[in-house]
């Protein structure tokens, strides 16, 4: 085992009131910070200023630093001694590579730790006030991509419409603007037209905003409203709550 270690630290959605303690003195303590493209300056400014900070940035659809790359820069800094804490974006084990990564250090013998972060999916819901889970309207949830890797098929969408329709499931969609049509086509092969959708863009940061629209509107929408990445989109009958909340605000101004 060698003199360093690695620890796989969730940076959360990107406000840094959503920081743990745990991850916050993790940053504290890091003498080598590895940042993913989506952790916000405020969170870095935690880190000490004797510490070294590189720009690791993984972003669908940007040029991206290579996952070997950073494995390598990980393995070689904590082989150094140093304290290397591997800042991502949400949670690690979510949509964030940290298997592969606790799978690489591992393998190189590297001390490696993990610890938690919110997720963007549940912190877009938090947002709006919308459970992902309802005793009546939603009795588990589903985290998927909608972004797959080159040659890879990914999703089966009209499966998964139809285990959310026949389950009662809410599904929360990371990286899914960009396949917006497809997703919205396919899900409409069990899920009826007029199930809620919510899109929350820049979850928790002060940029965030949202659209509340129906599955056989959100491609649409999308365009209209010009919400890009990076967005989580809710499908689901827990965001009907928002929706008549929505639509009781417009009949009163109206």
């Known amino acids: 085992m060698h003199g360093g270690q690695c620890t796989l630290v969730g940076?959360?959605?990107g406000d840094p009131e959503l920081l743990t303690l745990?991850?916050?003195?993790?940053?504290?303590?890091?003498?080598?910070?590895?940042?993913?493209?989506?952790?916000?300056?405020?969170?870095?400014?935690?880190a000490s200023p004797t510490a070294r900070i590189v720009h690791v940035g993984k972003r669908g659809g940007c040029k991206s630093t290579p996952q070997a790359f950073i494995e390598k820069l990980m393995i070689m800094a904590a082989r150094e001694g140093e304290n290397v804490v591997r800042l991502k974006g949400g949670d690690p084990f979510i949509f964030g590579r940290g298997g592969e990564e606790v799978e690489h250090l591992q393998a190189a013998g590297i001390?490696?730790?993990?610890?938690?972060?919110?997720?963007?999916?549940?912190?877009?819901?938090?947002?709006?006030?919308?459970?992902?889970?309802h005793r009546e309207h939603a009795h588990g949830v589903v985290f998927v991509t909608g972004h797959a890797k080159p040659n890879d098929e990914g999703?089966?969408?009209?499966?998964?419409?139809?285990?959310?329709?026949?389950?009662?499931?809410?599904?929360?969609?990371?990286?899914?603007?960009?396949?917006?049509r497809r997703?919205?086509?396919?899900?409409?092969?069990?899920?009826?037209?007029?199930?809620?959708?919510?899109?929350?863009q820049n979850v928790s940061l002060a940029t965030q905003r949202h659209v509340v629209t129906t599955l056989g509107a959100l491609f649409d929408t999308i365009v209209r409203e010009q919400l890009g990445s990076p967005s989580i989109m809710v499908v689901g009958d827990v965001v009907r709550g928002i929706q008549i909340a929505v639509e009781g605000a417009r009949a009163q101004t109206a």
Do not use: H, R
């Open 11 to 13: 940076a959360g959605p």
């Open 22 to 46: 745990k991850a916050l003195k993790a940053i504290q303590a890091a003498t080598v910070l590895l940042v993913d493209d989506l952790v916000s300056d405020e969170i870095t400014a935690f």
């Open 111 to 133: 001390q490696v730790s993990v610890i938690n972060g919110i997720t963007s999916g549940l912190a877009a819901v938090t947002s709006l006030n919308i459970p992902l889970t």
């Open 155 to 180: 999703t089966d969408w009209q499966a998964l419409a139809a285990t959310a329709c026949s389950a009662k499931l809410t599904l929360v969609i990371y990286m899914g603007v960009s396949g917006a």
């Open 183 to 200: 997703i919205q086509d396919e899900l409409l092969t069990s899920l009826p037209a007029s199930t809620p959708v919510a899109v929350v």
